[in-house]
């Protein structure tokens, strides 16, 4: 059905049926509501390639793959596709095959450059992001899944990333923990900077001395989260709690913690950040894991929103999101033996 077709069912203008589907303020609510109505009723789409032509937008936002992460990833860009679905609008995920920077630099200008995407979110930002700074010049709209300190004007959302560790190590330490291990995520990452510092201004408050030892780093994996925890189980003087990025990690380190014959919750509490996995959940984990929480797949919905808010022209000073984060005491912790 074309438009003046649709127009005519309803005894309505092209015009004014074409201005209710695009949501302008001059149509009233009420005509709004009854043309989309409608629309649903009698199966009407308008033109993709003529609103696009229309409008000046591609009807697409652009996201970046990197290779770790995957099951994050694919959370995230879940809640993305739920937000999105309503607005015809499309994602369009472009692999990085190499993390160098200046291949990953590259990708960014190619993409802005091909008018393939109205804005870009951006992943696992660094302090000094130059991202950031690359899609500024270029006036490309853009949200960043987390936060940089570069001086840069942007939208952001990110979690309260240094806040939930620091709760989950003072949680550890309140049950008598002091060896008390981090295995971090991705070095350099805005994050894990954040996540670090949570960690280390908990021991300082409570008097309890930083070993480095007891600190690992790298991307949240069931095998780097084995490797990390076997590593630091097996020192001459070993920790008595774990805490982990993630619940991948937490799986690898659930492992190592019985390949050496020990039991989590008895001579080893762990507490991790869950991403909230439908297919992973703390509850069903055995036993069940203590865990600070936000959902991925929430803040891929609500970044969605957020774009789509910049793409139709608000200022990216007035998106700056920080989620707090809860804490769910499970059967992971306990009370440190003596």
């Given at each position: ?5 649709f ?5 309505l ?10 949501g302008?303020p ?17 199966g009407?789409r ?20 990197g ?10 860009m879940?809640?993305m596709?739920?937000?999105?679905v ?9 692999p ?15 993409l802005?450059e ?9 992943h696992?930002p660094r ?19 987390g ?18 560790v620091r ?5 550890l ?10 295995i971090?995520?991705?070095?350099g ?9 949570g ?14 030892q ?27 709690a774990?805490?982990a ?27 991790a ?15 069940s ?8 797949r ?14 139709s ?26």
């Amino acid at each position: 059905m074309k438009l003046r077709e649709f127009a005519k069912q309803l005894g309505l203008s092209p015009t004014t049926v074409s201005r209710a589907l695009s949501g302008y303020p001059e149509v009233s609510e009420v005509t709004r509501a009854r043309v989309a109505e409608e629309a649903v009723r009698l199966g009407y789409r308008p033109n993709v390639n003529a609103v696009r032509l229309k409008t000046g937008r591609a009807g697409a936002i652009g996201v970046v793959m990197g290779r770790a992460g995957e099951f994050h990833f694919a959370e995230f860009m879940a809640g993305m596709a739920e937000r999105l679905v309503a607005e015809d609008t499309d994602i369009l995920v472009i692999p990085m095959a190499d993390p160098d920077h200046n291949d990953e630099m590259q990708l960014y200008r190619r993409l802005v450059e091909s008018q393939r995407v109205d804005a870009i979110i951006v992943h696992s930002p660094r302090p000094n992001d130059e991202r950031i700074a690359l899609l500024h010049r270029l006036g490309m709209p853009f949200l960043v899944h987390g936060r940089s300190d570069i001086d840069v004007p942007h939208a952001w959302l990110d979690i309260d990333n240094e806040g939930a560790v620091r709760r989950a190590t003072s949680h550890l330490i309140d049950l008598g923990h002091t060896r008390i291990a981090m295995i971090n995520g991705r070095p350099g990452a805005t994050y894990a900077l954040h996540r670090d510092k949570g960690y280390r201004d908990a021991l300082q408050s409570r008097g309890v001395e930083l070993d480095p030892q007891l600190i690992a780093s790298g991307n949240f994996t069931d095998e780097l989260g084995f490797r990390f925890a076997r590593s630091l189980l097996e020192q001459a003087n070993p920790p008595t709690a774990i805490v982990a990025g993630s619940m991948m990690t937490a799986l690898g380190v659930y492992r190592a913690v019985r390949s050496l014959g020990l039991q989590v919750g008895r001579e080893v509490s762990v507490i991790a950040h869950d991403d909230v996995f439908p297919y992973l959940t703390a509850d069903n984990m055995a036993p069940s894991l203590s865990a600070t929480r936000s959902s991925m797949r929430a803040a891929g919905t609500r970044c969605a929103d957020l774009v789509l808010q910049l793409v139709s022209g608000r200022s990216p000073l007035e998106i700056h999101e920080l989620w707090p984060v809860e804490l769910i005491l499970r059967e992971s912790t306990a009370l440190v033996q003596r």
